[in-house]
């Protein structure tokens, strides 16, 4: 089953570039990934957790913003929530994996274009880390959001046709985390693909902007001050206090990631 994306992807055909943000349940041609490692087809989907609140991070609840703006400044109606709730997480430090800079073997122009999105990419989770912990692995089969510099796949559009030319993509899978001696947890992995071909301006706006649709901002800002607005501006803004805003709101908000699935029905 692929998400519908309702107004967030009717506004990306609207525009010349942007983003797409997708998800997948596991419920339809879909694998469960048991230990985060290997896929195990299954025609029988899992029963979900029940959706409840998890606690927030101290990052988020000790946030006290830098602005006079008050925490109802957000844009919190343009969050679609899915199936499975809203896309927090409950885990800290969030695992991030970023694709590395190929080694001398590539041509010196591939080459520099991968080490500027590196350098952006790095700086976005950085900025990021501030609000919700994350931490970098080089192992991606342990990441919870992977970083690919590549170019997003092509996607017909609702109407059948070539979509406009995209710089990036974040979608979501679903599998079952297995610890031992203890019933799996729902858990969600976060893919984001972001073209290496932009100027580092726009690169690191590109990396924030994904970056927060991969922690859990899933829709877009209609305000171009915020970094989750729905179209590239000439001078991309930092994360904003209303992006901040946004995000407390969200993970304010149940879900049934990150709860186990009920022992007597879990699958082995
Ligand atoms: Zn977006």
Excluded at 172 to 192: A, F, G, V
Aim: hydrophobic share 35%; glycine share 6%; proline share 10%.
């Amino acid at each position: 089953m692929v998400f519908n994306n309702g107004k967030v992807s009717s506004k990306w055909h609207l525009i010349k570039i942007g983003c797409f943000i997708g998800g997948i349940l596991f419920s339809l041609g879909l694998s469960l990934v048991s230990t985060g490692m290997l896929a195990q087809p299954t025609s029988q989907p899992p029963p979900l957790p029940v959706a409840a609140i998890h606690s927030m991070p101290p990052t988020l609840t000790q946030w006290k913003g830098g602005s006079n703006l008050s925490n109802s400044d957000n844009y919190f109606d343009q969050i679609q929530s899915t199936d499975i709730g809203y896309l927090v997480w409950s885990q800290f430090p969030i695992q991030v994996y970023r694709q590395p800079v190929p080694g001398k073997e590539a041509l010196p122009f591939d080459r520099q274009q991968a080490e500027q999105w590196w350098n952006a990419v790095n700086q976005a989770v950085e900025e990021w880390s501030m609000y919700l912990p994350c931490r970098v692995t080089e192992k991606p089969e342990q990441a919870d959001i992977l970083l690919w510099r590549s170019p997003p796949p092509m996607r017909l559009g609702s109407n059948g046709q070539l979509p406009r030319f995209r710089t990036a993509e974040t979608h979501y899978e679903l599998y079952l985390r297995h610890l031992p001696n203890q019933s799996p947890t729902l858990t969600h992995r976060m893919t984001i693909r972001i073209r290496p071909n932009q100027s580092p301006v726009y690169l690191l706006a590109t990396a924030r902007h994904e970056l927060g649709h991969a922690l859990g901002i899933w829709g877009h800002s209609l305000l171009e001050t915020d970094a989750l607005f729905f179209s590239q501006v000439r001078h991309p803004p930092a994360i904003s206090q209303r992006d901040v805003n946004t995000l407390i709101r969200i993970y304010q908000q149940p879900t049934r990631l990150g709860w186990s699935v009920p022992l007597s029905s879990a699958p082995q």
